[in-house]
Each structure stands twice: as structure tokens, then as C-alpha cells.
């Protein structure tokens, strides 16, 4: 199937999975939001004006956490699920992958999916894992990764920790599509597409996938926030209470 305009077809799917096209860039509160690319590029820790430190900001605001790193690592999350949402969702349905350029997507940090990401022109690419994993892992969460860790100190193994999880999750909410839609192609070519993408070195080692279903390795720190506690793929059964820094990658 070619990638249409408006990626149509990704809505049937659920939020975390459109992806807006040029015709919905719109304009916010402070003006057109930047580009991802613009986003990466801007690493200094004392860059408030950034659309990622406002993120980061904005969230532990609203888990009323005081720690920046978790803040900063439930950000991460919720970008890198959105990322892997978009790629993977795109990839079983279509067969193909619109350009995930970071120059190319524009990001709103004050909005939720899926009004935060915009994708500013569809230009088809192959569909299979080595171009899914240029697109997210190497043109985005290696960048972000940086990012994050040059201005809040977090973990690179809790980063790399979160992707796995975040590509884990895309992947079964796709299947539980999929499946219930009668769509079994699709659910085998998003197997496949995943089974591939944790191959590579940089998520192999996040954690263990039994089917569906992933136990990572590592902590995304929720259980740090007021009343959170363990996620259903978390290391830990219950929630560490010994040192401050437990869990941190």
C-alpha cells in the first residue's frame, strides 16, 4: 500500500499511532513548534527555552516530582513510544516508512499525541528493519539520549531501557490491532519487524521477550513519583526502597 498524504490509515489505531501531516501543522501559543532536529541540537543544561527542557518541566510538574531525572526519563518514554508508535504502525500497515528526519518532524512539548508531533512532508522510504532503525535509534533516540544525559544526568543504560520497553509496547498494542481487526498480515509483519529491530546491539540487551510480551532490565523511575509504583515490564516486582539513586540504569 503507498503512503497516502494524511497517513490515513494509522488512525483506526489509536493516538500514540497518527501521525499529523503537513496540512495540520498549525500554529501555538508561541508561535510554529520546532523541529526535533532543533530540538537534539540544543544540548546546554540551562537551555529553558527548549522544547525538550520544557518538556521535562512540564511533566514533573504534573507528576509533581521534584527530581529531574524522573521527569526527564518519563519524557523520554513518552517521546520514544510516540516515535516508535509512528515508525512501526507505518511500516506494518503500509509496507513502507514516510522520512522520519528530525528536520522534517515538528514538535509541540505542550501538547499530547497526537497533536504533539507533525510531520512536514511524506517522502516514502522502505519498510523493513534496518531503515526503521536508522530512522528511530539512530536518527532519534541516540540524539535524544544525549540530550536528556547532558542536561539531567540520566542513565544511558535506563534510556536505552526505555526504548526497549517503548518498541515493546508499540508492538503489542499493534498486534492487539491487528489481530482483532483481522488484519494478520499485519500483526506478522510488525512480529517480524520487532524480532529484527531487537537485534540490534542497542536494544538487545534492554531486556527479555517472551511473544508479546518484555521484562527490561533497567528502572524508568516511576515508582519515584508520588504514588506511582512498578510498571508491568519493570526489573523489579516491587517498588526498590533502599538508596535514592536505586535503579538509575
Not at 525538550?52 to 513518552?78: D, F, K, M, N, Y
Not at 520514544?80 to 528526519?101: I, Q
Amino acid at each position: 500500500m503507498d503512503l497516502d498524504p494524511d497517513l490515513a490509515a494509522l488512525r483506526p489505531l489509536g493516538g500514540f499511532f497518527v501521525l499529523r501531516t503537513a496540512g495540520a501543522v498549525r500554529e501555538t501559543t508561541t508561535g510554529r513548534p520546532p523541529t526535533l532536529a532543533q530540538t537534539y541540537a540544543c544540548a546546554e543544561p540551562d537551555a529553558r527555552g527548549n522544547a525538550l527542557t520544557v518538556r521535562v518541566r512540564t511533566v514533573g510538574q504534573r507528576l509533581r516530582t521534584r527530581e529531574p531525572r524522573v521527569a526527564a526519563s518519563i519524557a523520554h518514554q513518552a517521546l520514544a513510544a510516540r516515535l516508535w508508535s509512528t515508525a512501526l504502525g507505518c511500516a506494518a500497515v503500509y509496507g513502507r516508512l514516510p522520512d522520519l528526519d528530525p528536520g522534517l518532524l515538528r514538535w509541540d512539548p505542550d501538547a499530547v499525541a497526537p497533536d504533539d508531533l507533525w510531520l512536514t512532508e511524506v517522502r516514502p522510504l522502505p519498510g523493513d528493519a534496518a531503515t526503521l532503525a536508522d530512522a528511530v535509534l539512530r536518527g532519534h533516540l541516540e540524539p535524544l539520549g544525549e540530550a536528556l544525559r547532558a542536561r539531567h544526568g540520566v542513565a544511558a543504560g535506563l534510556l536505552w531501557g526505555n526504548a526497549g520497553s517503548a518498541l515493546a509496547a508499540a508492538a503489542r498494542e499493534l498486534d492487539r490491532w491487528a489481530r482483532g481487526s483481522g488484519r494478520t498480515d499485519v500483526a506478522e509483519r510488525a512480529r517480524a519487524l520487532t524480532t529484527e529491530l531487537f537485534d540490534q546491539p542497542l536494544l538487545g540487551a534492554t531486556g527479555t521477550r517472551t511473544g508479546t510480551s518484555f521484562r527490561r532490565r533497567s528502572c524508568c523511575l516511576y515508582y519515584r513519583v508520588p504514588g506511582g509504583g512498578v510498571c508491568g515490564d519493570c526489573c523489579f516486582a516491587r517498588p526498590p526502597c533502599s538508596s535514592p539513586r536505586a535503579a538509575s540504569g
